[in-house]
Every structure is written in C-alpha cells, then in structure tokens.
C-alpha cells in the first residue's frame, strides 16, 4: 500500500467518523424512538460510527503494539480489528434498548470481545 492510499484512507475514515457521530446525535434529537424507521436508523449509524473510530483507534495503536513493520498500517486488518468493537457496541445499545442488559451480559460481552481482539492480532504480536 502506498502512502497516498493510506493517507486517503484516514481522511475518509476522519471524514466517516465525524459524519457518523454527528448523524446519529440528528437522529437522537430529532426523532423519537417509537418508529421503526428511527431505531434501525439509530442502530445502523451507531454501527457505523463505532466501527469507523474503533478502525481509527487500531490504526493509532497498531503502529505502536505491533513489533513486525508489515503488520503496521494495514488497512485491512485495522477494520478488521474494528468491527467486534463495533458489533459489542451496537448488540449491548441494542441489549439496553430492550432493558435486558446486566453487569453479567456486560462482562460477558468485554470478555468476548477481548478474546476475538487477542485472535485478530497478527502472529508476531501474541
């Protein structure tokens, strides 16, 4: 990958992250949760927005944690290392939605989500 593409890329990521948050606090003010419409509206931008800065942040850490240079800067693996973030973030708002999420649940879904952190990371950094 060459840097221009990297540098495209987090612009654009940027650009999602800030685009995705600012969309979802619309949607929370303007609209009510009684329709259907607002809540797969809600959650569907909450799963963007998570999964944009939760790539975001595996990019920043990632050229710092991982030892090997060609783990570092791959596009590819940072969403990849994003998206269970995204999908505990999403599950657990959706979980509360429902008023079914505990201090079990809750643990239970970290948990998880560190074990599938701890598989997604590259050989040369376990």
């Known amino acids: 990958q060459t840097a221009v593409f990297r540098l495209v890329f987090l612009f654009l990521l940027i650009l999602l992250v800030i685009g995705g948050w ?9 609209s009510g949760p009684e329709s259907l419409l607002s809540r797969v509206l809600f959650f569907s931008l909450l799963f963007v927005s998570s999964l944009s800065s939760g790539t975001l942040v595996a990019y920043g850490l990632g050229s710092r944690l991982f030892p090997m240079k060609r783990d570092r800067g791959r596009m590819g693996l940072v969403m990849l290392q994003g998206l269970p973030f995204s999908f505990v973030v999403t599950f657990a708002a959706w979980l509360q939605s429902l008023r079914l999420l505990s201090w079990v649940y809750g643990l239970i ?14 050989k040369g950094s376990k």
């Open 22 to 30: 600012l969309s979802l606090g619309l949607v929370v003010v303007w």
């Open 109 to 122: 879904l970290v948990i998880l989500l560190g074990m599938i952190e701890y598989a997604l990371l590259p």
